[in-house]
């Protein structure tokens, strides 16, 4: 039995920081439901490594490995997807849906957080959703139809000591995801944004082990738990599939009930 509107057969997606963690669980839901995946990573050894698991478990995958940060460098692998990679032997088509993922944290108090690294946040979490969402847009635009969702967070909306700076770049992403609807809603694209809760990832490992943090976690949030990474995977084939036709500008919380308790 088929599902069209949950259908990705014949869909390209693009998902950018996918070599491990919420981009490649997300990579994987997607190529479960019939997209082919190009995995986006600085780190062209576990890239490729990434891209090797799911063509083992059967999946269409390959890997892109350009700095997201730099946007000549962003240019040029989008060019590269949309003209190369598999565009002549598969005949799928360009990039039908992005999944801008890529995305990092620095934990310090405000008062003492470093400029550096607050310009790496900046560029990593906020600058490379405007580069590639752009790149791959302007081709989306015209064939008058694309999907583009941002992750975005919890910390769009809520803050936690000692990374003000991350929760600004995720509201930041909120705030795009917006403006891009509005630019972009007229020529057939639909921008959306998921905004994960506490999920189990290698971003998060040091809060997984602290059993105080845990403890405050499960006691905050109202299903009492961490998320499982593959509980994003509904959310993004929502948002990439036929199902969300007339839905824009939106950001989805999967986030166990955490953002009804402000």
Not at 70 to 75: N, T
Not at 128 to 136: D, E, I, P
Not at 187 to 205: D, E, H, S, V
Request: hydrophobic share 40%; aromatic share 8%; glycine share 12%.
């Amino acid at each position: 039995m088929t599902f069209p509107l949950f259908d990705l057969t014949g869909r390209r997606a693009l998902v950018t920081g996918s070599s491990q963690g919420i981009g490649l669980a997300i990579a994987r839901g997607l190529a479960q439901h019939g997209a082919s995946v190009v995995l986006n990573g600085r780190d062209p050894v576990k890239l490729q490594v990434a891209a090797d698991s799911l063509e083992n478990e059967g999946y269409e995958a390959r890997a892109a490995d350009f700095d997201v940060t730099d946007p000549d460098a962003v240019k040029r692998g989008v060019d590269a997807i949309e003209h190369g990679i598999g565009a002549i032997e598969h005949g799928i088509g360009a990039i039908d849906i992005l999944i801008n993922n890529a995305g990092m944290q620095f934990r310090s108090p405000l008062e003492e957080f470093p400029a550096d690294r607050w310009e790496q946040l900046m560029k990593t979490n906020v600058s490379s959703v405007f580069y590639v969402g752009q790149a791959v847009a302007r081709y989306m635009i015209g064939r008058g139809q694309g999907k583009i969702i941002n992750i975005a967070s919890v910390q769009s909306e809520l803050a936690r000591p000692g990374i003000a700076p991350y929760t600004a770049t995720k509201g930041a992403v909120k705030n795009l995801t917006r403006g891009m609807c509005v630019d972009w809603a007229k020529y057939g694209l639909q921008i959306n944004a998921i905004a994960p809760g506490y999920f189990k990832t290698p971003l998060n490992q040091a809060l997984v082990d602290n059993p105080e943090f845990s403890s405050w976690l499960e006691k905050r949030t109202p299903a009492a738990r961490w998320g499982d990474v593959e509980e994003l995977v509904g959310a993004a084939v929502f948002l990439a599939g036929k199902a969300s036709s007339f839905v824009n500008g939106h950001t989805l919380y999967v986030d166990g009930g955490i953002t009804t308790c402000l």
